[in-house]
């Protein structure tokens, strides 16, 4: 039987793995459209394209997320944090307004108190699935924010003609 301490750590090394960052690498096609186009445009598509990322993250989480009272669940949400303009960041959190859920950490990693409650991970294997489609997920995201942008601009061009 382990003592409390190995228990701790243990648990502080479970946490310290989901806070790593996640670096979004794009292929050479996105980074030459982002090369040719204003910067202010380009920085507004990746911040969207990680917005967008963090939200299907999210979702995931939620999809996941055990059910008791539906504070948890309702409570996960992707939210963006001031960054500088090229490196934008958003995060996954279980805050936001009347339903704070404080204990999602309990319920993701468990206790290891007398009354034992056992891991229900629903952040760790949202986060998994993206590790494993980051590129996809990226591409295809990308995709739809550069096509959204076109059209945006072409419907501008077209109204001050």
């Known amino acids: 039987m382990s003592t409390k301490g190995e228990q701790w750590r243990a648990l ?11 670096e979004v690498v794009g292929d050479a096609e ?6 040719n186009i204003t910067m202010y445009h380009a920085q ?9 990322i963090a939200s299907r ?7 996941n997320a ?3 009272t539906g504070k948890l669940k309702k409570s996960i949400k992707a939210v963006r944090r001031k ?4 490196r934008p960041v958003s995060d996954v959190t279980a805050k936001g307004g009347t339903s704070s859920a404080y204990y999602w950490r309990f319920v993701e ?12 991970p629903f952040v760790r294997p949202a986060i998994d699935l993206y590790r494993a489609n980051k590129q996809a997920w990226f591409s295809e995201l990308f995709g739809k924010k550069l096509e959204a ?3 945006r601009a072409a419907k501008k061009r077209l109204r001050t003609n």
């Open 44 to 52: 507004n598509l990746l911040r969207a394209t990680v917005q967008s």
């Open 109 to 120: 990693f468990g206790t290891n108190h007398a009354r034992k409650q056992g891991e229900q």
């Open 12 to 22: 502080k090394a479970k946490r310290a793995a989901m806070r790593r960052d996640v």
């Open 30 to 35: 996105v980074r030459n459209i982002l090369d």
């Open 83 to 86: 960054s500088p303009p090229d």
């Open 57 to 63: 993250i999210a979702a995931e989480a939620k999809k």
């Open 149 to 151: 942008a076109l059209k």
């Open 66 to 68: 055990p059910v008791r």
